[in-house]
C-alpha cells in the first residue's frame, strides 16, 4: 500500500489554498520595481531607479520570538508580522538605509491555510509601514516538530543608501546628544521573563491587569512600532551621527554598539515618562535598573545621537512625524552605559 507525503502530515492542497489567499496581501505591497509575482523560485526588485551614486545593500534579518506565545494564547495571528517586519526594518534604517523589499517565513506543524493568511496579512501591514515591497517569502509544513497550532515567524529586509549617507557612529563623540523616540509597548524583546512574570493564560493576564489599571491582553500583543519614515525624514534634514534599535539588550547593550571605542553613555532614566506595563514588570520582577534596562526597551524604541547643538531642532522634527521624542542623555568619554536619576 502507497504511502503519501499527505499521510505523512503534509498536505500540499492546503499549502495551495494559503498561497491563493495571502496573494492579495503581498500585491497591496507591491510597487514599479516589483518584478513579476509570487510563484518564481526567488522574487525580483529592481534598483535602477534608486539615483544613487554608490549605492548599498543593507540587509537584516530577526523574528518574532517567544511573543507568539501570546498570540496562541489569544488566537489573534494578524499583528504579529508587523513585529516581523518591524525587527528587520528598524535594523536597516538606523544605518540610514531606505527599506526595499522583505521575505517571511512561517514554520508550522499542521497549515491552516487562513489562519497564515491573517499572519502574513500583518506582515503586508507592517511593509507598507515601512515603504517595503514583500516580494515572496516561505511557508513550510512541519510534522511533529510544532505542537498544534503553533507555529514561527521570522524575516529579512534588504534596504539601499548612498555610502556617503551610511549612518555608522563614526563621528560621534563625548558631548553629543542622545534622543530617544518613544516605543508602543514591549515590542519583541524580553518576552521569555515578560510571560514568567504575567503568565500564559488569559485569566491570570486579567487579574493582574485589573490590578494594575492595565489591559495585559492588548499590552502584549501591541505590534512593535516601526520607525522608518521618521528616521528617514530625519535623516534627510539633519546630521544624524548614530541611531540604535532597543532591542534584546535593552540601552545597555544596544547604545554602545553605534559608539567609537572610548565612547560611553549616560542616560537619565527620568527624562521621558516610563509607560505603567514597564512599572509593573520593574515590580514584579525586582530587577535593579542596570539589569531592568539590559532587559527591556522601557519605553523608548530607537536612540538616535546628534549634535548638542541641534537636540531641540530634531525633537521638535521627530515630533512633527507624529514622535514622543525626548532628550534622553548625552555621549561621554569612557565606555558603556551609566544610568543615571
Partial sequence: ???SYKDAGVDVERGYKAVELIKKHTASTFNKNVLGDLGSFGGFYSIADQDLKEPVLVSGTDGVGTKLKYAFLRGKHDTVGIDCVAMCANDVVCQGAKPLFF?????????????????????????????????????????????????????????????????????????????GLASSGLHSNGFSLVRKLLGEDVKTLETLGKKSGLNLLDEVLTPTKIYV???????????????????????????????????????????????????????????????????FNAGIGMVLCVADSIKSDVVRAAEECGERAFVIGKTVKGGGVRLVR
Avoid: Q, W
Avoid at 517571511?104 to 503586508?124: N, Q, T
Avoid at 515591497?133 to 507555529?151: S, V
Avoid at 547593550?253 to 516610563?274: H, K, L, M, Q, W
Fill in 1 to 3: 500500500m502507497a504511502v
Fill in 103 to 179: 521575505l517571511d517565513y512561517i514554520a508550522v506543524g499542521r497549515l491552516d491555510p487562513f489562519k497564515a493568511e491573517k499572519i502574513v496579512s500583518g506582515v503586508a501591514e507592517g511593509c507598507r509601514l515601512a515603504g517595503c515591497a514583500l516580494i515572496g517569502g516561505e511557508t513550510a509544513e512541519m510534522p511533529g516538530f510544532y505542537k498544534d497550532g503553533e507555529y514561527d515567524l521570522a524575516g529579512f529586509c534588504v534596504g539601499i543608501v548612498d555610502k556617503a549617507d551610511i549612518i555608522n557612529g563614526a563621528d560621534i563623540a563625548a558631548g553629543d546628544a542622545l534622543i
Fill in 229 to 295: 519614515e521618521t528616521i528617514l525624514n530625519l535623516a534627510a534634514r539633519f546630521k544624524i551621527k548614530g541611531a540604535a534599535h532597543i532591542t534584546g539588550g535593552g540601552f545597555i547593550e544596544n547604545i554602545p554598539r553605534i559608539f567609537p571605542a572610548g565612547t560611553g553613555a549616560e542616560i537619565d532614566i527620568n527624562s521621558y515618562p516610563r509607560p505603567a506595563v514597564f512599572s509593573l514588570l520593574k515590580e514584579l520582577s525586582a530587577l535593579d535598573d542596570e539589569r531592568f534596562y539590559n532587559t
